[in-house]
């Protein structure tokens, strides 16, 4: 998350309130969310990713390289996706 709201150059009061969190508590509460001080239901994180661009997946992804591997699967065609997916799993077959 925090990767994500710095890429777009987001401070985290303005992550808060593009997420519709009241300006005066919204980067306190960004902030206990990044620290993970305080967990975020599903519709709070989905706000969160609509907010910054990003897959609810991404946000719960548990390792940066996941995080990158779900963001850019993403940017691709169905077709493409499809296409990827049987190689990959044709490639895990073979392990």
């Known amino acids: 998350m925090k990767e ?10 303005k992550l808060g309130v ?3 969190l009241p300006e005066d508590v919204a980067g306190v509460r960004i902030n206990r969310y990044e620290r993970a001080v305080h967990d975020c239901d599903t519709e709070t994180a989905q706000k969160m990713a609509k907010a910054l661009g ?7 992804a548990e390792t ?5 591997l779900i963001q850019e699967f993403g ?9 990827l997916l049987a ?6 077959a073979k392990s």
């Open 4 to 13: 994500a709201r710095q890429v777009l150059g987001m401070s985290q009061k």
């Open 18 to 20: 593009a997420m519709g």
């Open 54 to 60: 990003v897959s609810l997946a991404y946000l719960y």
């Open 64 to 68: 940066d390289q996941l995080a990158e």
């Open 75 to 83: 940017r691709l065609t169905a077709k493409e996706q499809k296409e």
């Open 87 to 92: 190689k990959v799993k044709e490639r895990s």
